[in-house]
């Protein structure tokens, strides 16, 4: 076993196989490394409130010249959050999620935190914002995170949000378009809109435009949009093969919430591959991702036979 501090790495070799081992990047998340009085380096886990001399980075050794895993082989519909960032530092990144205050978006915001991002949880409840930002907290006393106002049901809201963003003079590096309401009655936003649509896209959209300049300057940059697999299961053109506007915003009485839903989704999916196609020659990247099967979160809540669904279904669905 041998220590270099000057290349701050470990390493060491197997008395039996001779196989090397060294032990190299960041410590886990929720870990500091501290020195006692007596000028000997310690190890803190503030997450499971406990120290120790032995480096935790052990458990992780790799072995030197591995044969690197593709990532088909390396991650799958198991992985976790926490197993897929091991060993990432994303200190000095800066983070947006909305809809960050529950469900996936709150488990993403927390995951992202812990290995160091600036998260700003953007919530159309600015109090819940406040109670998941202290969650997180609760986690890692160190995190930098923030709740700020966003209401996609307004696009007045999503303006004043980006000029709040644009006034801390921030980078922002990941932009995650998390938000959604599914199942919801038919309503009109105060824009005069469908509800489903305006919050599950067009808020998105008009976001994803007022701090376009932000992304770009601090290139390089992502956008994630949580779309789901539910958007094949629908149509937005009419006969002709024509895009049909009124299918985007339906009257009540054209109105469907699952067919709304799915069509928002569809939106999420278009506009994302446009994005993309546009911003990725400026080092802005778009990607839309389907999140997994009727994932037990909150958002079934508007209507008892999706909670039925979504209980009955939770045994055989990843959890948060």
Same mark, same amino acid.
């Given at each position: 076993?041998?220590?270099?501090?000057?290349?701050?790495?470990?390493?060491?070799?197997?008395?039996?196989?001779?196989?090397?081992?060294?032990?190299?990047?960041?410590?886990?998340?929720? $870990? &500091?490394?501290?020195?006692? !009085?007596?000028?000997?380096?310690?190890?803190?886990?503030?997450?499971?409130?406990?120290?120790?001399?032995?480096?935790?980075?052990?458990?992780?050794?790799?072995?030197?010249?591995?044969?690197?895993?593709?990532?088909?082989?390396?991650?799958?519909?198991?992985?976790?959050?926490?197993?897929?960032?091991?060993?990432?530092?994303?200190?000095?990144?800066?983070?947006?999620?909305?809809?960050?205050?529950?469900?996936? /978006?709150?488990?993403?915001?927390?995951? @992202?935190?812990?290995?160091?991002?600036?998260?700003?949880?953007?919530?159309?409840?600015?109090?819940?914002?406040?109670?998941?930002? =202290?969650?997180? @907290? /609760? &986690? $890692?006393?160190?995190?930098?995170?923030?709740?700020?106002?966003?209401?996609?049901?307004?696009?007045?809201?999503? =303006?004043?949000?980006? !000029?709040?963003?644009?006034?801390?003079?921030?980078?922002?590096?990941?932009?995650?378009?998390?938000?959604?309401?599914?199942?919801?009655? $038919?309503?009109?936003? +105060?824009?005069?809109?469908?509800?489903?649509? =305006?919050?599950?896209?067009?808020?998105?959209? #008009?976001?994803?435009?007022?701090? +376009?300049?932000?992304?770009?300057?601090?290139?390089?940059?992502?956008?994630?949009?949580?779309?789901?697999?539910?958007?094949?299961?629908? !149509?937005?053109? %009419?006969?002709?093969? =024509?895009?049909?506007?009124?299918?985007?915003?339906?009257?009540?009485? %054209? #109105?469907?919430?699952?067919?709304? #839903?799915?069509?928002?989704?569809?939106?999420?999916? @278009?506009?994302?591959?446009?994005?993309?196609?546009?911003?990725?020659?400026?080092?802005?990247?778009?990607?839309?991702?389907?999140?997994?099967?009727?994932?037990?979160?909150?958002?079934?809540?508007?209507? $008892?036979? #999706?909670?039925?669904?979504?209980?009955?279904?939770?045994?055989?669905?990843?959890?948060?």
């Amino acid at each position: 076993f041998s220590c270099s501090h000057l290349e701050e790495k470990t390493q060491w070799e197997h008395p039996k196989s001779g196989k090397r081992k060294r032990v190299a990047g960041d410590l886990p998340y929720g $870990w &500091e490394q501290e020195t006692d !009085e007596n000028g000997q380096v310690y190890f803190v886990d503030h997450i499971n409130k406990r120290t120790t001399y032995l480096d935790p980075r052990l458990a992780f050794t790799v072995e030197d010249n591995p044969i690197k895993p593709t990532t088909r082989q390396k991650y799958d519909g198991n992985s976790t959050a926490m197993e897929i960032l091991q060993g990432r530092d994303l200190s000095g990144k800066v983070v947006i999620i909305t809809g960050a205050n529950s469900g996936i /978006g709150f488990e993403t915001a927390k995951s @992202l935190a812990l290995h160091g991002a600036c998260v700003i949880l953007a919530c159309r409840s600015l109090a819940r914002g406040n109670d998941a930002v =202290q969650r997180i @907290l /609760g &986690e $890692w006393h160190k995190a930098k995170v923030e709740a700020m106002t966003l209401d996609l049901a307004s696009l007045q809201s999503v =303006q004043h949000f980006a !000029e709040a963003f644009k006034s801390k003079n921030l980078p922002l590096h990941i932009l995650i378009c998390n938000a959604a309401v599914f199942g919801a009655p $038919w309503s009109l936003t +105060e824009d005069g809109l469908e509800s489903t649509f =305006q919050v599950n896209h067009l808020g998105h959209f #008009y976001l994803v435009q007022l701090l +376009e300049d932000v992304l770009r300057q601090s290139s390089p940059a992502r956008v994630v949009v949580v779309s789901s697999e539910s958007h094949r299961f629908t !149509e937005i053109k %009419d006969s002709s093969g =024509q895009l049909d506007f009124s299918l985007l915003s339906p009257p009540k009485k %054209d #109105y469907w919430a699952m067919l709304a #839903y799915n069509r928002s989704k569809l939106c999420n999916i @278009l506009f994302s591959n446009e994005l993309n196609r546009r911003l990725s020659p400026h080092g802005v990247t778009s990607n839309s991702v389907h999140p997994g099967n009727m994932i037990y979160s909150s958002i079934h809540r508007n209507w $008892w036979v #999706y909670t039925l669904l979504f209980t009955l279904a939770r045994p055989f669905t990843k959890s948060m």
